[in-house]
């Protein structure tokens, strides 16, 4: 049997690189912290655990760059969107998993994996060089040994943002007399998918009332080294979008359109509050863009003034966490290896990705880039008009690195179309090129990617 590779972090990133590799026939040692030591948004051991929102965003593979990398990793037979399928719950045209059965299968399909062995304890340094092929793909939460030996090694700060926890409440709490099931614009082809949401309607003097009570809430305090922190634009707390004007929530989170009262059908909410569907007995919902860093006892007061939450119990209430990541395009060759240590790869958020599926995309890169190099060839990265090239392109080089901070996948990330219909196109057309190109160049890139069939699990 050939020299296992090493992966550091079992997250998103860090098992779908296991998965790929062992699939390729190559031996894989994953090592995972948990639950030796744990972090304090983890609640489980299980790998690949969902510790925010429960969804992987817009399923939609035709003219979103979202629902394009799930096609591409479902093409490349990704295990990460494999298990989000298998474990799906309604969400108009999103694809939202159970969280706890699916990292509970993920964990299982690789644990029952022949050429993988899963070692817990923490891996407290920089991995030894005796190691040989390593990825490492630990996450925002870093544990501090490690991320101060990566440090070190790259001789500068690792670069930061704050991150966001969104509250979940116990949906038999919600006063169904307010609230009422709607996906935005009836979307989705089924009825479960068109139900999808729990929608909160507000007036404007209670939509008011709300934002003066976000912004005079008491808010977690920032630790030492953290005031300078920014935040990821993507995932900004509802206070910091309140403070940016009184209107920011009203056309973010908290957009009135493309839903309809049925309590109410001829009366126009000001702003209203959704609610996604996060367990598969439909017991537990979170609120959808409210990541939070309002305390506990405030957090919870101020959540209830939003009508149909009056009553509302917590399952979990939101929280706010620093988040680390290299500055990748001065680190990062088009590998995804360490310049100054190439037997380093490094995956998933760390490397500058924001979301679940972006960093299971780059696990899933860094493992096929790995698994061929064990096996004595270079395998070049998918090309740009690619999900996964875009996103391995921008973040090895194609970003700014002065400005570098994390990037969601969009088509921003895409070389502009080459023919001279392309600017001329309307929106929705001209994603659709989009991803017939990409589609296109990832089926070829694939059929390139092993020199044999993947390996077979009993």
């Not at 972090?9 to 639950?35: D, F, K, N, T, Y």
């Not at 939450?309 to 620093?322: C, E, K, N, P, V």
């Not at 500058?352 to 960093?359: A, K, L, P, Q």
């Not at 391995?392 to 002065?402: D, L, N, R, W, Y």
Request: with cysteine; glycine share 10%; charged share 20%.
């Amino acid at each position: 049997m050939s020299t296992p590779i090493h992966i550091v972090g079992g997250g998103m990133a860090g098992s779908e690189a296991a998965w790929q590799i062992a699939q390729s026939g190559v031996p894989v040692v994953l090592h995972e912290m948990r639950p030796h030591v744990g972090t304090f948004a983890h609640q489980t051991s299980d790998l690949a655990e969902l510790v925010c929102s429960n969804s992987f965003r817009s399923d939609d593979h035709e003219s979103n760059a979202v629902g394009l990398l799930h096609w591409e990793m479902r093409q490349a037979g990704g295990l990460i969107i494999e298990m989000g399928d298998t474990h799906q719950l309604p969400a108009g045209g999103a694809l939202a998993v159970d969280r706890h059965a699916f990292s509970a299968a993920v964990t299982r399909r690789l644990e029952e994996h022949p050429l993988i062995t899963v070692d817990r304890g923490e891996v407290p340094g920089l991995p030894p060089i005796a190691w040989g092929s390593t990825i490492i793909a630990t996450g925002p939460l870093t544990s501090g040994n490690l991320a101060k030996a990566i440090r070190a090694e790259t001789g500068q700060d690792a670069l930061a943002f704050f991150d966001a926890i969104a509250p979940i409440v116990y949906a038999d709490s919600v006063d169904m007399e307010q609230a009422w099931f709607q996906s935005r614009y009836d979307k989705g082809e089924t009825e479960a998918d068109r139900t999808a949401y729990l929608n909160c309607p507000m007036t404007e003097p209670q939509y008011n009332a709300f934002i003066d009570a976000i912004l005079a809430a008491d808010k977690t305090a920032f630790k030492d080294g953290e005031t300078d922190t920014p935040y990821f634009e993507g995932c900004l707390p509802i206070e910091v979008m309140a403070a940016r004007g009184r209107e920011t929530l009203r056309f973010g989170p908290m957009k009135p359109v493309g839903l309809t009262n049925p309590h109410q059908p001829d009366v126009k909410a000001h702003a209203i509050v959704q609610l996604r569907r996060d367990n598969a007995l439909g017991t537990l919902y979170n609120i959808v863009g409210f990541q939070t860093k309002m305390k506990y006892g405030a957090q919870a007061e101020v959540l209830r003034m939003i009508p149909g939450l009056q009553d509302a119990s917590f399952a979990r209430l939101g929280g706010i966490h620093r988040n680390t990541f290299l500055n990748a395009p001065t680190l990062l060759d088009s590998q995804l290896r360490l310049r100054s240590r190439p037997d380093l790869r490094f995956a998933g958020q760390i490397t500058g990705v924001e979301g679940y599926v972006e960093s299971a995309a780059m696990g899933l890169l860094a493992g096929r880039l790995a698994a061929a190099e064990a096996q004595g060839r270079t395998l070049d990265p998918p090309p740009g008009t690619t999900a996964i090239g875009a996103l391995v392109t921008h973040i090895t080089g194609g970003a700014e690195a002065k400005t570098f901070q994390p990037m969601n996948v969009n088509f921003g990330l895409f070389p502009p179309l080459s023919d001279v219909r392309g600017g001329r196109r309307g929106r929705k057309e001209r994603y659709r090129a989009y991803t017939d190109r990409a589609k296109t160049d990832f089926t070829a890139w694939l059929a390139t990617a092993w020199t044999s069939p993947p390996q077979p699990v009993s």
